[in-house]
């Protein structure tokens, strides 16, 4: 219990300690005009209270992650509570911030142009190739995956329910933010939260105990946690999912200096609270981490393992309501990964998206491709999924440190984390059957190494940079 309270309670500091000097380092401003107001189209731009933002936000990045990711993350055993800790308050949260702020100072343009602006062109085009691929797959396997579960709960088909869900997905993306996501997004956001806390004060108030973080029980002999505790837990600590998202409401950010940390840092230590919550419950209710893996494999995997535990916390109607939940939220993030792929494409060919033709000319051909995948099996290409997610995390690390080393802030907050989620997606992709598949230290080592690579090169780079510019001031 004292870890599990001790956890949390560095969660809240870290929010109000580390989310400061992270804002004061970007240095936010509350004179400047945000897009959300120069830009206003009524479309994409459009300000919005913070406390929707903050929801709609939350919602964006959040999808099964904290749960699912967290419950599978739980087999790791207390090692999960310190990587959603650290890696929450300094990685993922300077992630989502740097990512949606640099969006703000840029007109709200998405990811891929951002890196590169900041990585250069080779970067811009991998990263446009690379970024639009992820959304449409996260978009595809959120039609296929709730389909399934609707069909399960319901008399109707998986093709009636994947035809439902596409028209709300092909709405979501092309209709204004304020007539469907605005509108939903809070609620789903709300019941999101009411839900961990629910299960939160099942875990502190009922008859459990929850394990301690010490150095005879960190994780289990069988698992190795490096890389990965760091790339199964990802959405509850860093997802570079969260990259492609944080533009969406970096056009309707109202003002930077009062909404930017409470939306975009403080978006991810909500996901990282939630995630903390799922993750003891997970590892608590089923005796231990044995129990737990006995558990997913006789219940079908985290889906099973939410049920069972909101049934008995939350009562029958509880475990409905968590279960509706669990279809709810992938909808969620399927919809804004289509409508992130819709404003990149806009980015790549400077569509403007006030006209409405124009929307549905890039968004009838991503629905069109994600209707063709949705009938393959994507066990295998999902695979990748982890790996891939931790990448663009990686990329838009480096990218936010370039930005601040360009204007003279404390680079270290970004270089730091990207330099570290550098070995683990190189150790991962070596090490993982769906890369190279080689195990034992060579993964680990060659991890580091590029690791090391990337950070020198990148000092050199702003070394020759800041050279460069003092050259041209002497002139």
Not at 233 to 252: D, K
Not at 274 to 303: K, Q, R, S, V
Request: net charge negative; charged share 10%.
């Amino acid at each position: 219990m004292v870890s599990f309270i001790g956890s949390l309670i560095a969660l809240i500091v870290g929010y109000m300690v580390y989310g400061k000097i992270v804002d004061n380092i970007f240095g936010s401003d509350e004179t400047r005009e945000t897009p959300a107001h120069a830009k206003e189209d009524g479309v994409d731009y459009m300000p919005l209270s913070w406390p929707r933002v903050f929801l709609i936000q939350l919602l964006n990045i959040a999808g099964l992650g904290p749960i699912f990711g967290a419950i599978a993350g739980a087999l790791f055993g207390p090692a999960a509570f310190l990587w959603i800790v650290f890696g929450s308050i300094f990685a993922g949260a300077v992630h989502d911030y740097l990512s949606g702020m640099i969006s703000v100072r840029h007109d709200g343009a998405s990811i891929a142009e951002i890196v590169g602006e900041y990585l250069g062109e080779g970067a811009r085009k991998f990263m446009r190739v690379f970024s639009i691929i992820l959304l449409v797959l996260v978009g595809t396997v959120f039609m296929t995956g709730p389909a399934g579960l609707l069909a399960n709960m319901t008399s109707l088909n998986l093709n009636m329910w994947l035809g439902i869900i596409i028209i709300y997905y092909f709405l979501a993306t092309v209709l204004p933010v304020d007539k469907v996501i605005a509108k939903l997004y809070p609620i789903l956001g709300g019941s999101l939260l009411v839900m961990a806390l629910g299960i939160a004060g099942g875990l502190v108030f009922g008859d459990y105990k929850i394990p301690e973080i010490a150095l005879t029980n960190l994780h289990p002999d069988s698992l190795p946690m490096w890389p990965m505790l760091f790339v199964t837990i990802a959405c509850g600590a860093i997802s570079g999912f969260h990259a492609t998202q944080s533009p969406l409401m970096a056009r309707c950010l109202d003002q930077e200096r009062t909404d930017g940390r409470k939306v975009f840092y403080g978006a991810m230590i909500a996901e990282g609270v939630i995630a903390l919550i799922w993750a003891a419950a997970a590892m608590t209710f089923f005796g231990g981490t044995e129990g737990l893996a006995t558990a997913m494999a006789e219940n079908g995997g985290p889906a099973g393992i939410v049920k069972i535990i909101s049934d008995n916390m939350l009562g029958a109607f509880g475990g409905i309501l968590a279960m509706l939940g669990v279809v709810a939220l992938p909808i969620s993030s399927g919809d804004t990964a289509f409508r992130s792929a819709r404003l990149t494409l806009a980015d790549i060919f400077d569509l403007d998206q006030t006209e409405t033709t124009n929307r549905f000319k890039l968004a009838i051909p991503l629905f069109a491709i994600g209707v063709v995948l949705s009938q393959m099996d994507f066990s295998i290409i999902w695979r990748y999924f982890a790996w891939s997610n931790q990448t663009l995390a990686m990329v838009a690390l480096w990218a936010g440190a370039a930005y601040l080393a360009k204007h003279g802030r404390f680079h270290w907050i970004a270089t730091l984390p990207a330099t570290f989620m550098t070995a683990v997606s190189i150790s991962y992709i070596i090490m993982a059957p769906e890369g190279f598949g080689i195990q034992g230290p060579l993964a680990t080592i060659v991890g580091v190494l590029v690791a090391i690579g990337a950070f020198v090169w990148f000092l050199r780079t702003h070394q020759k940079q800041e050279i460069r510019g003092e050259m041209e001031n002497a002139a």
